[in-house]
């Protein structure tokens, strides 16, 4: 186990390091494009049923179970089966463990909606497009932000198995190489860096924006 003054040390060493900084852009990188695409398809998936009612036991008892039972390692490691070691297998095995989020959190906010407002927005239009884009999206807003909020915190946990078993880059790649050094200071250096990352960004973006809509809810 390092002293933390080692991991302090450690921590300086890191940063000053463009190579290892540029593998925590690669996290970021894997992190971004994950959560992109699965709140793409889940949003997708959370409006099919919702439109197309024929298909919401296949999406919803089906698929979105099939998905949220799968463990992230296996996605991991399938996906290094399929698409080789590199930055797909990584976001292909990120996504598919936050696509359930997104169906789940994005299907209760089209399942709440004022129904009021709906009925009011079929009175002025009956075009599916419009009254998505002026009604059905900014009523769900407070869901996607909760939804984004949710996905990024699951992505980081999922990143750094992902990028362990089936990446060749990020900080989940560098983990794997201090492990076969026996480098323990490097693995705690970035846990804490993950961590404080992390907790900045709930801080400091995330906590301000939900004020604001708590503030907007009162009024």
Not at 17 to 31: A, I, K, P
Not at 46 to 57: C, E, G, K, N, S
Not at 159 to 179: C, D, K, M, P, Q
């Amino acid at each position: 186990m390092p002293s933390p003054l080692a991991v302090l040390r450690g921590i300086g060493a890191f940063l000053s390091n463009l190579n290892l900084v540029e593998q925590l852009g690669f996290s970021l990188y894997h992190v971004g494009m994950a959560i992109f695409l699965s709140f793409l398809i889940g949003s997708i998936l959370a409006l099919i049923p919702y439109y197309f009612p024929v298909f919401r036991f296949a999406i919803h008892q089906r698929f979105g179970a099939f998905l949220g039972s799968f463990s992230g390692v296996g996605w991991a490691l399938l996906a290094g089966m399929w698409f080789g070691i590199n930055s797909i297998s990584v976001i292909f095995a990120i996504s598919a463990v936050l696509i359930p989020f997104a169906l789940i959190n994005l299907s209760s906010g089209l399942n709440n909606l004022d129904f009021e407002l709906m009925e009011m927005g079929q009175s002025f239009s009956r075009n599916k497009i419009r009254k998505l884009r002026k009604i059905v999206l900014p009523l769900l807003y407070p869901y996607v932000f909760a939804t984004i909020r949710l996905m990024f915190g699951v992505a980081w946990k999922v990143t750094l198995a992902a990028e362990l078993f089936g990446g060749n880059s990020g900080l989940g790649y560098v983990i794997n190489l201090a492990r076969q050094d026996y480098d323990t200071t490097t693995i705690f250096v970035i846990l804490f860096l993950i961590i404080f990352f992390v907790y900045c960004t709930e801080r400091f973006f995330f906590k301000p924006i939900q004020t604001r809509f708590d503030e907007y809810a009162k009024i």
